[in-house]
């Protein structure tokens, strides 16, 4: 079945840098498109950004932009997101989703169990 696990959360002052990683199983990960989702506390789940099946990133909310980087490993079948200059803002839980094909349309059906980063001094 499909399985997606994110890691790598965790406690960082603002400026810093996090590097999630999410492990997916159970599918081709190749054939698929591969979104971070965010959740923050009292807010409804947002998109963050996406990479294409043939490696395109789309950006799904414009703060990132510049400070995240999303990346994929398909022999390993793994994807990361680099979180540069963190801003208490960023604090959520992270997801990883699978998007229903290859394309970016943040719409997906399987997601991860979440991944807590706290921003904070």
């Known amino acids: 079945q499909v399985q997606l696990v994110e890691s790598g959360g965790g406690l960082v002052q603002p400026g810093g840098s996090l590097k999630l990683s999410c492990a997916a199983s159970?599918?081709?990960?190749?054939?698929?498109?591969m979104d971070w989702l965010r959740q923050a506390p009292g807010k409804e789940r947002e998109g963050v950004l996406c990479?294409?099946?043939?490696?395109?990133?789309?950006y799904y909310t414009d703060s990132v932009k510049g400070r995240f980087t999303i990346s994929r490993d398909n022999a390993k079948n793994m994807v990361y997101l680099q979180m540069n200059s963190l801003k208490p803002e960023d604090t959520a839980v992270y997801y990883c989703?699978?998007?229903?094909?290859?394309?970016?349309?943040?719409?997906?059906?399987?997601r991860g169990q979440g991944t807590q980063v706290t921003v904070s001094s």
């Open positions: 989703a699978r998007g229903r094909s290859g394309a970016c349309h943040i719409n997906y059906d399987y």
């Open positions: 159970g599918f081709r990960l190749n054939y698929y498109a």
């Open positions: 990479i294409s099946w043939s490696g395109d990133t789309t």
